[in-house]
């Protein structure tokens, strides 16, 4: 009988591992500055409830609202308190806690909310347009790098997508650096850094954005990149 019990605890705690959709520390508190000041009907402290992205489907990203609890009937030490429901397709906020036929709007600020998007969900298709709009955006945007420590240098094994804009769907098809290649950064958003490559063997220049973990400070220095 104890087997059972920790085997189907077990079960349990897999379960829930897998079915969350998990985010990063920045975008985490990203996701909670985005809904938890625009929630209307709770009776507890705003600064007392957390979220945590649980699902998704055709672009709706389904949220849980919880608060801490050290309770034995609690296996995550968590109580739900209620559910928002992120449309991508609307760019909604959709409190589905009362009454999930007839959700509450919530009145959430519009430009964090593509923010979050286009930084936090890797998933989120775009058009060519839509990623020529977000790299204009992000380019202004973005936390500026100065010219005399822009010098990267590639780490880390395999190759190094391209991206047209900051975002995971935004692939330049076979435009890619590799490790130990030299770049120069121009600014970062998110996740990602903006940045120029001089091909030694063409000798042609291609501007994108990479993901920033990937790239080391090499302590050289650039000019600014004229607009």
């Known amino acids: 009988m104890k087997f059972y019990s920790r085997w189907l605890f077990a079960l349990v705690v897999f ?26 009907h709770v009776f507890m402290k705003k600064e007392d409830i957390h979220v945590e992205m649980e699902d998704h489907a055709n672009g709706v990203y389904s949220v849980r609202l919880f608060v801490p609890a050290d309770s034995p009937d609690n296996l995550d030490k968590r109580v739900s308190i209620g559910w928002v429901n992120l449309d991508t397709n609307t760019m909604q906020a959709l409190d589905v806690t009362r009454d999930p036929d007839h959700p509450d709007v919530l009145k959430v600020d519009g430009g964090r909310y593509k923010r979050f998007v286009s930084m936090c969900i890797s998933d989120f298709p775009k058009s060519d347009r839509n990623c020529e709009e977000l790299n204009v955006s992000a380019s202004k ?9 822009a010098g990267r240098t590639v780490v880390g094994k395999g190759r ?5 804009a900051p975002d995971l769907s935004c692939k330049m098809n076979g435009v890619f650096i590799v490790e130990a290649d030299s770049v120069d950064a121009y600014s970062d958003y998110g996740k990602f850094t903006s940045v120029s490559y001089l091909n030694s063997k063409s000798k ?19 000019a600014t990149r004229q607009p």
Do not use: H, M
């Open 15 to 40: 379960i829930f591992s897998q079915s969350s959709y998990a985010l990063t520390g920045p975008c985490q508190s990203e996701l909670r500055a985005l809904i938890v000041p625009a929630l209307q």
């Open 141 to 149: 945007n973005g936390s500026q790098i100065p010219g005399g420590v």
């Open 160 to 164: 190094l997508q391209f991206y047209s």
């Open 204 to 222: 042609k220049v291609v501007n994108g954005w990479v993901e920033s973990d990937r790239l080391k400070p090499n302590g050289l220095g650039i």
